[in-house]
């Protein structure tokens, strides 16, 4: 199948290219850059060299229509919405990873991001979290990518919020990333000698995130969920690790619980509930999976601890596994690798 | 004045030995290891060569008492508090950097730790939190000083606990270390290959220090108190950093907030409030501060951040002005200094 | 086919068993460990979860010939000498991680490791660096897979000693490496506060790779060569680059020596010549190739800067290399990866 | 006394004003900076807060020329040789942090930076390093900073050479910095997620300290030195490490050369030679050492390992080492401060 990425020389869109690159059933077919148009890919990340020598262009969607049959689109938010409408209503079906199809609710969006500018595909746009939206994936046109903390906050807290064993109203994220989630471009945020051996929490209580965690977890919950989200910057490329407290609405034994994410999991390839041991970053960093574990403490509280690497699963590869969905392929198919570990 | 440091060699021993290098009225007398005796402190840690090169010896109570005015005892909780009864009782002065006189209720003492050897002068221990004892701690003779995560999060809870503007069994601590806390000890835990480029969540719900911190709030707020403390291992050396949850007793401003925390911390050296950034490790790493911000959320919760260097405010430096204040001398002594930053 | 490995819970073990279960034709069938026996190695190595969940245990010869095809030893040296000829005499291939059949001349092996306990099988290995060996590695029955060191050196040097461009008695290798090489073991040498954030010179002209590298560039150009060889532990886990210095035996232009490169491994599927960037570790951390560059300087020297991943070119996926040459597969089978860059 | 520091805001700047604050005859008169003029020093670096919160300006000669008796230009090399004539003319004392005074030739300044403003002044500029040159320093009214990869390579390589002891045309030096090096200005080069865990060789053959580094060899040996200088850039913010190989002009003892050490340096106070141990980056960083050690190997080669603190010996540390020198205060005045080494 020929697929093409619109975006690719961003940290997401090279990811998308390694993993692509990869997939048995997938001809990169155009690659796009605004920064490095007329660059092969490989003078912009070397390590490419002799594996994907393709030149990236500028975004011509003539183009990009005529040679693909599926699209992603790695664009910052805000860029996304004025490119993704004339690709499907060309008939292409798009892989999102921007925000700006995430939401069901416009108003939430606008709150957030900006004035939308092709809110009519809104309602178009499936939000690509297989584990827990697989059937409408496979007959979308336009999958909305996660975020990469909702990815991880939303599989952690599914099976506890769907069948009501925590108070919506309880919940506490507490997050920490790696500093890729930030991208490539340039700021003092990301500069080596201010993220080395440093650690800070940054938009305490207002990152964007938190209203699209908050969106999903009101659906399920026929509520509106409002929720408190402290994200923090870690001093490595990769993963993040999420520390969630909520209260648990009865006396339930942890075993229980850990029953609960068995059950809601247990078929599922790209999650695995750990009952010996607490999740670590180098335990998926590398790999489509998420690790998901948990603790019940004193006064009935329930502390989730979850973790994914933030350019896999919680971006490029789960673009992948979504295209695996669409394309009605093995949904590992290309993604069957553990982590490094070292 | 003549110091010794008993447990010279291990990473807080040697931090007490750098600040008391740089302490202008200090004579450091004997320095003591078991598992480097007759070796010069600075064949074990070679950047103090020709600035501290004593030889360490093994302990040998009765020279340090004739050489000594104040003792530091830099050991493993359990061993400190075999010998802390041979050091005070021939009346000199220690400063114990160990959990062994942390606490007033002996049963919290040995449910978390171990029976204890020396119960008689737990009593006799004062609490070495200069900000929040500082009175009881001159006329001390035993100062146990405290550890480091209680001494982050207890100058980050005290203002609003002690004024009742958050609800004591509201607490949740999810705080972040270097692993210089894990001391200098061979643990695959502290194995470069294993941290480095990590992040986990470590004893969750059972670090000991979560009963430290619960005995001093449970004292300040007249209550029993039970919170959730989650402690997480960092890449880094140096450094830590809690983000503390709790419930608001009331409708309060954030400026409200803040202003407690002027009041309570204003005549404080060490402690320093941030209304316009958040706390990082890189502002406080090398320093003897503790920094604190906090953020009103949705809700009426209050999130706070704050850091200490876990080797300096939170052991060795705390330490000092201990000694500081034992010696009645200005509390700054030999360190006022601010961190690298880079 | 069936493979085992014999000491599967060390760095390098760990290694081959992620790159023997991504391996297409590989079937694992048994996994030794000394310190792990009756673990799972997925309770050692967590990442491993739902992808290898094989019961490690201890070394029994007779149950590793019964059931494997081709061996992998990856034990330190001085132990794989007395196991490797059990196996090979039982008719089993062994591809042998550990120095002790690197060797052409036992006295070599004898000064730098100690005495040999099966120098009859000295002769038999063949040293298992295939862009240079590879006739041979296809016959054998017993591949010394070469140290990370001397993978990145020889392949840098192999072209230009080859055609006496540059005088085998003028090299100096300044080689900086990853905290893996130094293995699981703990010491304090590996321990995370003494690594991050630091660089050391170690072993100054005393490395046992030193002596290796000898062996081969004399062979190749028939004079006993004495080189300098500089080791350096680089805060990092993953990569090895070597930074090589020599002096050309003529006027030679840079353009010319690249050509040597070009010509010597255009054929080559793990080695890269660059021309127009110099390689750098995350190029080729993740992956099996040797990245190559140099540059000509005053008074005709030529610095040649070289990288490898010291776990995969370095050891594990070379010894994989050298299983698709022993089993007559394409070379690249289950190593065909791009390093992850990020 | 008054002293100014002209670009207060870079990293070496900012490491001029911790050091200047630390410094007990100093009194912080004026700091500017262009990028962030009108801010408050503690804005920019909040590590600052509480002890430094001066406010940064706009650069006006007037004003410092009236409030300074000595002014540090933290510049970058070209914006100095503007600014040094009218501070200098003025009757103030300029120690200069740029490389704008520190050759001799024009010409050679001319070759590897650009054409010189004011080039009347060179020779007037005295080479700040107190080691080799504490004579012309003290009686000096611009002192011209060295650079960092200069100040070890010199420092390491005096000795033999001064006393003809290796040959100056066989000098190669593999150096290795920390980031902080490539200072605070954005570029993909000094990106966390593109250094973090990385390890390159840069500028390989033409960095511009290579010229620095032979003019002042070439005074020294009374010929044209021309050597091979290799730098390469280290995921660590602080320190350089240097590996030098040089030809022994004569067969002598290892002994014997750490003599000519400890001769050249037994009297100064920031230069460590190591007879028993290796320079390691964590004994110097955080400190104005410079330690020294050396390995005699086969073939009459030495190789001299020395290490600084990039950003105090060599640069901000050594300016108020020359200060010192220039205002007549012990030479240590204020940095008597062993490193952190965690």
Same mark, same amino acid.
């Given at each position: 199948?020929?697929?093409?990425v619109?975006g690719? @020389?961003?940290?997401?869109?090279v990811?998308?290219?390694?993993?692509?690159?990869?997939?048995?059933n997938?001809?990169l077919?155009?690659l796009t850059?605004n920064?490095?148009?007329e +660059?092969?890919?490989?003078?912009?990340?070397?390590?490419?060299?002799e594996? %994907?020598e393709?030149?990236?262009h500028?975004?011509?969607?003539?183009?990009?229509v @005529? *040679?693909?049959e599926v699209?992603?689109?790695?664009?910052p938010?805000?860029?996304?919405?004025?490119? %993704?409408?004339k690709l499907? +209503?060309?008939g292409v079906k798009v892989?999102?990873?921007?925000?700006d199809?995430r939401?069901?609710?416009?108003?939430?969006?606008?709150e957030y991001? &900006?004035?939308?500018?092709?809110? &009519?595909l809104?309602?178009?746009g499936?939000?690509?979290?297989?584990?827990l939206n697989?059937?409408?994936?496979k007959?979308?046109?336009?999958v909305a *990518?996660?975020?990469?903390?909702?990815?991880?906050?939303?599989l952690?807290?599914?099976?506890l919020?769907?069948?009501?064993l925590i108070?919506p109203?309880?919940?506490i994220?507490?997050?920490?990333? #790696?500093?890729? #989630?930030?991208g490539?471009?340039?700021?003092?945020? @990301?500069?080596?000698?201010?993220?080395n051996?440093n650690?800070?929490a940054y938009?305490v209580g207002?990152?964007?995130?938190?209203s699209?965690i908050? /969106?999903?977890?009101?659906?399920?919950?026929?509520?509106?969920v409002?929720?408190?989200f402290?994200?923090h910057l870690?001093?490595?490329?990769?993963?993040?690790?999420a520390?969630?407290?909520?209260?648990?609405?009865?006396?339930i034994?942890?075993?229980?619980?850990?029953?609960?994410?068995q *059950?809601?999991y247990? /078929?599922e390839l790209?999650v695995?509930?750990?009952?010996d041991n607490?999740? /670590?970053?180098k335990? %998926?960093?590398?790999? *489509?999976?998420?690790d998901i574990s948990?603790?019940? @403490?004193?006064?009935?509280? %329930?502390i989730?601890?979850?973790t994914?690497?933030n350019?896999?699963k919680?971006?490029a #590869?789960?673009?992948?596994?979504?295209?695996?969905l669409?394309?009605g392929w /093995?949904?590992?198919?290309?993604l069957k690798?553990?982590?490094l570990y070292?």
């Amino acid at each position: 199948m020929k697929v093409s990425v619109i975006g690719a @020389t961003g940290y997401t869109g090279v990811e998308l290219v390694r993993l692509l690159n990869e997939h048995p059933n997938i001809e990169l077919s155009l690659l796009t850059s605004n920064s490095f148009a007329e +660059n092969k890919i490989d003078e912009i990340y070397p390590h490419l060299k002799e594996e %994907v020598e393709i030149i990236c262009h500028k975004l011509d969607i003539e183009q990009i229509v @005529t *040679n693909s049959e599926v699209v992603f689109t790695a664009l910052p938010h805000g860029v996304s919405m004025d490119i %993704v409408p004339k690709l499907v +209503n060309r008939g292409v079906k798009v892989i999102d990873l921007s925000g700006d199809y995430r939401y069901q609710t416009l108003a939430t969006y606008e709150e957030y991001y &900006q004035k939308h500018a092709s809110p &009519q595909l809104l309602s178009q746009g499936v939000y690509g979290l297989p584990e827990l939206n697989r059937k409408k994936i496979k007959d979308s046109n336009l999958v909305a *990518n996660p975020g990469c903390y909702p990815t991880v906050s939303l599989l952690a807290l599914a099976p506890l919020l769907k069948t009501g064993l925590i108070d919506p109203q309880s919940i506490i994220i507490d997050a920490k990333s #790696g500093a890729t #989630g930030a991208g490539r471009k340039l700021s003092l945020g @990301t500069h080596f000698c201010e993220v080395n051996n440093n650690f800070k929490a940054y938009k305490v209580g207002q990152h964007r995130h938190r209203s699209e965690i908050e /969106e999903k977890l009101s659906i399920w919950s026929k509520q509106e969920v409002k929720l408190n989200f402290t994200p923090h910057l870690l001093p490595v490329k990769r993963g993040i690790l999420a520390t969630i407290y909520a209260d648990l609405t009865d006396d339930i034994a942890e075993l229980e619980l850990f029953k609960q994410y068995q *059950n809601h999991y247990q /078929e599922e390839l790209f999650v695995r509930v750990r009952e010996d041991n607490m999740p /670590e970053l180098k335990y %998926v960093a590398g790999s *489509n999976y998420c690790d998901i574990s948990l603790k019940v @403490t004193d006064g009935n509280k %329930v502390i989730i601890v979850a973790t994914i690497d933030n350019l896999i699963k919680g971006s490029a #590869g789960q673009a992948v596994q979504n295209l695996n969905l669409l394309a009605g392929w /093995e949904e590992d198919l290309g993604l069957k690798k553990v982590g490094l570990y070292l």
